[in-house]
């Protein structure tokens, strides 16, 4: 089970749910394998301007911050099976929830 006080999600591919995480250092690693800012990475997401290299970069490490020793074949026999569209889903997902702040949602219900 997955701890959210530790960044720890859960995330559904396929069949199978698995336990992530991305940390600081992780995302400091996806930048530095993809070229691109975490940031960007999420803005081409969400435009849909992501190469597929992206994708698995940052669900390897994500998959691998949750405990899984996956590796680039694993990760590829995964999105595979998935398919890309649902990979491309769980990715921006992760990386949304990464960027966002835990307490915002807590600030939001303090205003009304």
Known sequence: MA?????EVEVTLGDDTY???LTVDSLIKIEEETGKGIVILAQRM???DIKLSDIST???YALRGGGN????KKIYQIISEVGIIEA??????L?????SDPNQEKKQQAVV
């Not at 701890?3 to 960044?7: A, T």
């Not at 491309?88 to 997902?93: D, F, H, I, L, P």
């Not at 990386?95 to 960027?99: E, S």
């Open 19 to 21: 336990k992530t995480r």
């Open 69 to 72: 020793d996956f590796d680039n």
């Open 58 to 60: 940052i669900l390897r």
């Open 95 to 99: 990386i949304t929830d990464t960027l």
């Open 88 to 93: 491309t889903k769980v990715v921006a997902n």
């Open 46 to 48: 969400a435009e849909a």
């Open 3 to 7: 701890n959210p006080m530790k960044g």
